[in-house]
């Protein structure tokens, strides 16, 4: 089992930044990818970026790309999501996810279904 738990949402104007943080706690965070997904109200939850074991791979939703940057820290078991330029339509609930590889360089499918693991959530709202 491993426990997620993000945090760093809140309110900012179109433009700013904010840097999510997820942390993990459970089993050996460098087995497990990390991606982040999100939901925005009356839409289904979608892929947002990942990457693999190491972090030296990452794999980005068009939406974002240029935008939002994905790391990671093995050392302090928690993966990141610097957002940056934000717009409105960023407004949404999210989620990070961690999924077991075998392989160091596998970055996991974009389905939800590929992912075993979800943190709660948190709330990030861009005004206009």
């Known amino acids: 089992q491993v426990q997620l738990v993000e945090s760093g949402g809140g309110l900012v104007q179109a433009g700013g930044s904010l840097r999510l943080s997820c942390a993990a706690s459970?089993?050996?965070?460098?087995?497990?990818?990390m991606g982040w997904f999100r939901q925005a109200p009356g839409k289904e939850r979608e892929f947002v970026a990942a990457?693999?074991?190491?972090?030296?791979?990452?794999d980005y939703a068009d939406s974002v790309k240029g935008r939002f940057i994905i790391t990671r820290d093995n050392a302090k078991n928690t993966a990141y999501l610097q957002m940056n330029s934000l717009k409105p339509e960023d407004t949404a609930v999210y989620y990070c996810?961690?999924?077991?590889?075998?392989?160091?360089?596998?970055?996991?499918?974009?389905?939800?279904?590929?992912?075993?693991?979800w943190g709660q959530g948190t709330q990030v709202t861009v005004s206009s």
């Open positions: 996810a961690a999924a077991y590889t075998t392989f160091s360089y596998y970055i996991p499918s974009r389905g939800q279904n590929a992912w075993n693991y």
């Open positions: 990457c693999n074991r190491n972090g030296d791979k990452t």
């Open positions: 459970g089993r050996t965070f460098s087995l497990y990818a």
